[in-house]
């Protein structure tokens, strides 16, 4: 695994903003000095939350994919992260169309809801409804931005 580009982004535009590029803490580095399960619990925790609070900070829509946020402990700095990409590159192509995400998005939705409506689900799970739709909603209105150079589609014709 490399640190920064993957071996078929190299050189050019990678999505590292995707899931496709995680970032990952070792867990040797993080828990190396530990002699206990619960002092090694407790690191972790602390990790989980830093990480979590990281990526809540860098996210556009100030929000995480969490069905259960992390318990609060202290802010711990984290090692330097092993990262890499995790899906084909041939697949990240063919997903990365806007619409195409659109549409991804937009069943997610509907998987969600139907999921929530057929049980007693948590807020968890309902609040990653709502971010999944604020995600739909910036990703077409990105997307229609993008085309708004066109004509009205009546002059398309």
Known sequence: MTRGLC?????????????????????ATICRPCRALKQVQQKLNEAEY????????SSKLKAVLNEKPPGKT???KLPDPI????????LIE?????????????????????VISERSVNKGLRNTLLTQARRLLALADRRLNELSYLPPDEELE
């Open 94 to 114: 063919a997903r990365k169309h806007p619409d195409t995400r659109i549409a991804r998005r937009a069943s997610t939705i509907a998987n969600l809801a139907k």
């Open 7 to 27: 071996r078929p982004c190299r050189g050019s535009k990678c999505y590292r903003n995707c899931s496709s590029f995680p970032r990952l803490s070792p867990w």
């Open 74 to 76: 202290q802010l711990v």
């Open 50 to 57: 830093t990480a979590y609070k990281e990526l809540l900070e």
């Open 83 to 90: 990262e890499g990409c995790i899906i084909p590159h041939d």
